[in-house]
């Protein structure tokens, strides 16, 4: 729960500093010049001149960030970006979300760095979830959503492999198990 709690609490920080970069210049009018250049990227990303930008083509638009992203994680930080630019939830950005998205993030440097750092601690964040999800259901032998005291055990072992006797490893596990276990449930969420 710990780890769950965390990744909110990385999340919701992200989302308040996202939206206050966002919303920075949201009452200042776009000048001429930069909405023609605006509207030229967006032109330059849509392809297949569909009037929006899909997924393949919000992808494209990670290259200006100016992030070195490994090929395997750039769907991840496609999809951190829509949720950022995709103000309608329909997958994909038309060109008034991106025109949009330009003036407040792309337009200047300064701001496209700060972007691309929030992008990569936010999808830091959830591979950092979905990891210890993953782990978590790694030990969870019985599928119950919990760790009892036995699986907890099988964790400690595997993850510290200490030479201890049966005996020590029992009281080794109670001793961690106790002070995790703060509802007294007998069981780890």
């Known amino acids: 729960d710990t780890t769950a709690e965390e990744s909110k609490k990385i999340q919701h920080e992200l989302d308040r500093e996202i939206d206050k970069m966002l919303n920075a210049?949201?009452?200042?009018?776009?000048?001429?010049?930069?909405?023609?250049?605006?509207?030229?990227?967006?032109?330059?990303?849509?392809?297949?001149?569909?009037?929006?930008?899909?997924?393949?083509?919000?992808?494209?638009?990670?290259?200006?960030?100016?992030?070195?992203?490994?090929?395997?994680?750039?769907?991840?930080?496609?999809?951190?970006?829509?949720?950022?630019?995709?103000?309608?939830?329909?997958?994909?950005?038309?060109?008034k979300e991106f025109v949009k998205f330009y003036s407040k993030i792309l337009k200047s440097e300064e701001t496209r760095v700060k972007?691309?750092?929030?992008?990569?601690?936010?999808?830091?964040?959830?591979?950092?979830?979905?990891s210890a999800k993953a782990q978590f259901a790694k030990y969870d032998a019985n599928g119950d959503g919990t760790i009892d005291k036995k699986e907890m055990s099988n964790v400690l072992r595997n993850c510290l492999q200490l030479e201890l006797t049966d005996e020590q490893w029992e009281h080794y596990t109670a001793d961690i198990f106790d002070k995790a276990d703060k509802d007294t449930s007998g069981a780890l969420e």
């Open 115 to 130: 972007f691309a750092k929030k992008l990569v601690k936010e999808v830091a964040a959830e591979d950092l979830e979905k």
């Open 25 to 95: 210049e949201e009452n200042h009018a776009l000048h001429i010049a930069d909405k023609n250049a605006a509207i030229a990227q967006f032109e330059k990303l849509d392809a297949d001149g569909s009037g929006k930008l899909e997924f393949e083509e919000v992808k494209k638009l990670l290259t200006n960030l100016g992030l070195n992203i490994e090929p395997e994680q750039f769907d991840l930080y496609a999809e951190a970006m829509l949720k950022h630019i995709d103000k309608n939830s329909n997958k994909c950005v038309d060109k």
